[in-house]
C-alpha cells in the first residue's frame, strides 16, 4: 500500500488548510487512518485519527479546531484544518493501520508552515 499526502502550504495564522492522503495498492481493509505531524526539533506526534467506521479521535490541541474525515472511496481520508496558529507549523504525515495485526505504513510528510 502507498499513500500519497497533499495539501500543505503557507498560510496565515487563522487561515485554513485540508490536507488529503489517498491510498492505491494493497490497501488493509479494514484500516484506521490518521494524521500527525512533527515539528522541527520534536517528536512525531498523533493529530487525529479515523477508524473504518468512522470514529474519530484528536490531540487536545487541534479539538474544534481540525476535522478528520474519509472519502466516499474510504480509501482517501482528509484533514480540515481550520483557525491555524503558528504552532501547528509542522510535517504532516499521514499513516495507515491494519487494527488486528498493527500493520502499518506512513505517506511522506506535507509541510504546513503557519505564520503570525
Known amino acids: 500500500v502507498q499513500l500519497q499526502a497533499s495539501g500543505g502550504g503557507l498560510v496565515q495564522a487563522g487561515g485554513s488548510l485540508r490536507l488529503s492522503c489517498a491510498a492505491s495498492?494493497?490497501?488493509?481493509?479494514?484500516?484506521?487512518m490518521g494524521w500527525y505531524r512533527q515539528a522541527p526539533g520534536n517528536e512525531r506526534e498523533l493529530v487525529a485519527t479515523?477508524?473504518?467506521?468512522?470514529?474519530?479521535t484528536y490531540a487536545g490541541s487541534v479539538k474544534g479546531r481540525f476535522t478528520i474525515s474519509r472519502g466516499a472511496a474510504k480509501n482517501t481520508v482528509y484533514l480540515q484544518m481550520n483557525s491555524l496558529k503558528p504552532e501547528d507549523t509542522a510535517v504532516y504525515y499521514c499513516?495507515?493501520?491494519?487494527?488486528?495485526?498493527?500493520?502499518?505504513?506512513w505517506g511522506q510528510g506535507t509541510l504546513v508552515t503557519v505564520s503570525s
Open positions: 499513516k495507515m493501520t491494519e487494527p488486528v495485526f498493527g500493520s502499518f505504513v
Open positions: 495498492g494493497s490497501i488493509f481493509s479494514p484500516n484506521n
Open positions: 479515523i477508524t473504518s467506521g468512522g470514529t474519530t
